[in-house]
C-alpha cells in the first residue's frame, strides 16, 4: 500500500515520511520542489511535484494511494474539501489531518469522508524555539512578549503519532491533542538552551504591540500577527498542560525538550572565527 503525504519537507512532515519508511511503508511525497525535498527525505521516497492547494492537478499522485497525510496550512481552507473528494474517489480509505489550530473547513472535510480519519491537534511545536536562533547568537537574548507555561511537542512525535494511526487499527474518530510530557516557560526554555551551551542567556520583555509589528516586518499580515500574538497573550488551556496521548498510542514516553536541545544545539551556537 502507497501512502500520500503532504507537507512532507516540513517541521512534521518530514517525520511523517521518515516514520512511516522506517516501518516499511511506501510513500509518495507531495512538494513544490523535487529537488530540494530529495536533500531532507529518505532515498526510497517517491516524489511528485504539486501542491495540495491545486487539488484538480493531483490525480497523477492519488492514484494508487490508500492513505493520505493532509498538513492544514495557508490556503488549504478553500481547496481542502475538493483534495478529500478526490482523495476519497481516488481509493483513498483512511486520513490522518494535521489541523490548521481549529476545525476549519479542510479539518470538517476530512471528518464527514466517510472513510476512517484522525485529527492530529498538536500544541506548540518545539522547533518554535528556532526562532530564537539568531537573537541568541548575536547577543545571547530571546526577546519576547510574554513568559507563558507551554507544553510543547516534538515534531518527531507528531510524525510517529501519525504513522500509528495511519498504519495500525483502533485510531478512527479520533481527535490527538498532542504535547510534550512537560509545560515550560521561555525562562524555562532558555535555562535548558543555555546549559547545553554554556553560555547565558539573557531574557528580554516586549510589548504585545512590539510583538506584533515584528511579526508583521516577515511578511505577515496585521489580522494574523494580531491573532498569534494573542494567543501568546493567553493560550488555551490544552496548550499550557501537559498530555500523555503521545505516550498511549506510542507506548512510551514523549519526547523531552531537553532531547530536542540536544538535537539542534549547535543551531544556536556562536559561529567560529577561523584564524589564518
Known amino acids: 500500500m502507497t501512502t500520500l503525504v503532504t507537507g512532507a519537507t516540513g517541521s512534521s512532515g518530514r517525520h511523517v515520511v521518515a516514520e512511516l519508511v522506517r516501518r516499511g511503508e511506501r510513500v509518495r511525497a ?72 481549529w476545525v476549519g473547513p479542510a479539518e470538517q472535510a476530512v471528518a464527514d469522508s466517510g472513510v476512517e480519519w484522525t485529527r492530529l491537534e498538536p500544541q506548540e511545536f518545539m522547533s518554535n524555539t528556532l526562532t530564537w536562533s539568531e537573537s541568541i547568537r548575536a547577543d545571547g537574548v530571546v526577546r519576547e512578549p510574554y513568559d507563558f507555561p507551554s507544553a510543547l511537542v516534538h515534531p518527531a512525535d507528531i510524525g510517529a503519532v501519525a504513522a500509528t494511526a495511519l498504519l495500525e487499527d483502533g485510531h478512527a474518530g479520533w481527535a490527538y491533542n498532542l504535547t510534550g510530557p512537560e509545560a515550560l516557560t521561555s525562562r524555562d526554555r532558555i535555562r535548558i538552551l543555555s546549559e547545553a551551551l554554556g553560555r547565558a542567556i539573557a531574557f528580554a520583555s516586549l510589548t504585545h504591540e512590539q510583538a506584533v509589528e515584528r511579526l508583521m516586518a516577515t511578511g505577515v499580515s496585521r489580522a494574523d500577527a494580531d491573532y498569534v500574538i494573542g494567543w501568546y497573550a493567553d493560550p488555551p488551556v490544552e496548550a499550557r498542560t501537559a498530555d500523555d496521548t503521545v505516550e498511549r498510542v506510542l507506548g512510551r514516553p514523549a519526547l523531552t525538550f531537553d532531547a530536542w536541545v540536544a538535537e539542534h544545539v549547535d543551531r544556536f551556537r556562536e559561529p567560529r572565527v577561523s584564524v589564518a
Open 30 to 101: 507531495l512538494t513544490r520542489a523535487p529537488a530540494g525535498a530529495a536533500e531532507l527525505l529518505p532515498r526510497d521516497v517517491e516524489l511528485v511535484a504539486g501542491t495540495h492547494t491545486a487539488p484538480a492537478t493531483l490525480d497523477a499522485a492519488l492514484d494508487g494511494v490508500s492513505r493520505l497525510h493532509l498538513t492544514v496550512t495557508a490556503g488549504v481552507a478553500e481547496t481542502g474539501p475538493e483534495l478529500v473528494r478526490r482523495a476519497v474517489t481516488a481509493g483513498v480509505r483512511r486520513i490522518t489531518v494535521l489541523w490548521g489550530g
